[in-house]
T-cell receptor, first 115, second 112 residues
């Protein structure tokens, strides 16, 4: 597939559990973004990677949220001690370089439900 | 903070009608983006605007970058059933940030 893929597509967990959400960007894209979309809202920025490094993590809501991209390709968003308020669709996007909005593509998202 | 206000929140129209929606802010932006999101999918970029006053078309879609740089408009002509979805405006946060700020969206329903 040529697009951004995210797994799992749906994740149901219990309050207090740990979850990992995976993003496979388009091959060769160096910029990778995570967004969170709550019901009835637009996406909210969480974190941006340029290569392996987190260039801007100012959108992460608290220290329960962490993301990595160790080899500059696949990224994992990790949420510790999940809370019901973490329920949302988590979107990943990638682009060839930063600022290339015409070439930035979003994945289908992971729908996280915390019971 | 930099917020984008979209209106209307939802629209119900008949197939063939033209649609207009807008996005305003109290902040100035240098780029305006319009996206469409279908259920279960991520947003897809429709039009990008980079210059104040710019008018850009993409098929039946036309978008304008407001002269004040505080607003943008999206028009859809001769709507068809596949235009159904949620339309978002977005803009990069000022200061060279890669962070996109999104509006809350306009939900469009087209009755055949």
């Amino acid at each position: 597939g040529a697009g951004v893929s995210q797994t799992p597509s749906n994740k149901v967990t219990e309050k207090g559990k740990y979850v990992e959400l995976r993003c496979d960007p388009i091959s060769g894209h160096t910029a990778l973004y995570w967004y969170r979309q709550s019901l009835g809202q637009g996406p909210e920025f969480l974190i941006y990677f340029q290569g392996t490094g987190a260039a801007d993590d100012s959108g992460l809501p608290n220290d329960r949220f962490f993301a990595v991209r160790p080899e500059g390709s696949v990224s994992t968003l990790k949420i510790q001690r999940t809370e019901r308020g973490d329920s949302a669709v988590y979107l990943c996007a990638s682009s060839p370089t930063s600022g290339a909005y015409n070439e930035q593509f979003f994945g289908p998202g992971t729908r996280l439900t915390v019971l | 903070g930099q917020q984008l206000n979209q209106s209307p929140q939802s629209m119900f129209i008949q197939e063939g009608e033209d649609v207009s929606m807008n996005c305003t802010s109290s902040s100035i932006f240098n780029t305006w983006l319009w996206y469409k999101q279908d259920p279960g999918e991520g947003p897809v970029l429709l039009i990008a605007l980079y210059k104040a006053g710019e008018l850009t078309s993409n098929g039946r879609l036309t978008a304008q970058f407001g002269i004040t740089r505080k607003d943008s408009f999206l028009n859809i002509s001769a709507s068809i059933p596949s235009d159904v979805g949620i339309y978002f405006c977005a803009a990069p946060q000022r200061g060279g940030s890669e962070k996109l700020v999104f509006g809350k969206g306009t939900k469009l329903t087209v009755n055949p």
